[in-house]
């Protein structure tokens, strides 16, 4: 089983940078901006580092899968990727975004029948592929922060009013977008967006939403949330890195290195160190 794991892992990982690769080159027309984002994936801590050390999870293949439903939604083939995401909801519920990131982009940017049809077929198939997996597969245990029960409605409504929680999530947020920060300011950034066709930036901001608020109420894995935002994150700097002198992008993946600490262990033999390896965990 364990080899098992192993192999998928791998797949993922390989699978995960190869579609960084690509699509950055598809979109922005720069190998040397593809190859930029391509680096900066491959340095964050949790992309791929954490992904190889705890090979029982399942975000290689979310990446990759995310990566195939924004060409989907960049290109209008709605129902490849609708079909996508029936597949991919069964890996992480954050594949659901780019579906609902492209409706909202829809229906902003197209007549208004096209999106009633579109996103009734698309609750259609949706609501079961969500639902029947939580009524059929028992949960023993959940580390989920929000829920319907009363105690976690009033645990959702106060996350917001409890410091350690909100400075720990910008943290995260922060750390993970430490690169793009890095060779852009917030002027250069914004311009960046503008410069994007209408529907690609509606569904970019409707994309950043959403991986905020599913991150916020997810859990306590903040910084494996934020790795989610690789989205946008490799799009700014397909764009931007080209234009930025190669020193100071030097400069920036030996800070990546560095910040995330790619030559260390994890010290899972001390839990105490294990969680502040981890970083931007829990409280």
């Known amino acids: 089983i364990e080899h098992g794991f192993l192999v998928v892992a ?3 990982a390989i699978t995960q940078l190869t579609g960084v690769y690509l699509f950055t080159h598809w979109l922005t027309k720069s190998r040397k901006g593809a190859t930029i984002a391509m680096a900066v994936t491959a340095l964050s801590l949790f992309n791929v580092k954490f992904l190889l050390f705890d090979i029982y999870r399942p975000d290689h293949l979310a990446y990759a899968l995310i990566l195939l439903q924004t060409w989907f939604a960049f290109e209008k083939k709605f129902l490849p990727l609708l079909i ?4 991919a909801s069964q890996i992480r519920e954050f594949n659901l975004v780019p579906l609902i ?3 909202i982009a829809v229906s902003r940017t197209e007549e208004r029948p096209k999106f009633i049809g579109q996103a009734s077929l698309s609750a259609l198939f949706l ?6 997996p939580r009524i059929l597969i028992p949960v023993t245990e959940n580390y989920q922060i929000a829920g319907f029960s009363p105690e976690a409605l009033l645990t959702t409504l106060l996350l917001p009013f409890m410091p350690s929680v909100s400075i720990n999530f910008i ?3 922060l750390g993970y977008l430490m690169p793009l920060l890095f060779l852009a300011d917030l002027k250069t950034i914004k311009a960046t967006l503008a410069g994007l066709p209408d529907d690609q930036r509606i569904y970019l901001s409707a994309y950043i939403i959403l991986v905020l608020f599913l991150s916020f109420l997810g859990g306590t894995d903040f910084f494996r949330f934020a790795t989610f935002l690789f ?10 890195a080209p234009q930025k002198p190669n020193l100071h992008i030097g400069l920036m993946l030996a800070a990546t290195f560095l910040f995330n600490r790619i030559w260390l262990p994890f010290p899972i033999w001390n839990k105490e160190q294990y969680l502040d390896f981890y970083g931007g965990h829990s409280l």
């Open 231 to 240: 989205l946008p994150q490799i799009i700014l700097l397909g764009f931007i």
């Open 127 to 132: 609501l079961p592929a969500v639902i029947l």
């Open 10 to 12: 791998y797949f993922g």
């Open 84 to 87: 996508t995401t029936v597949i």
């Open 171 to 173: 943290f995260s947020i």
């Open 101 to 103: 990131a492209y409706l």
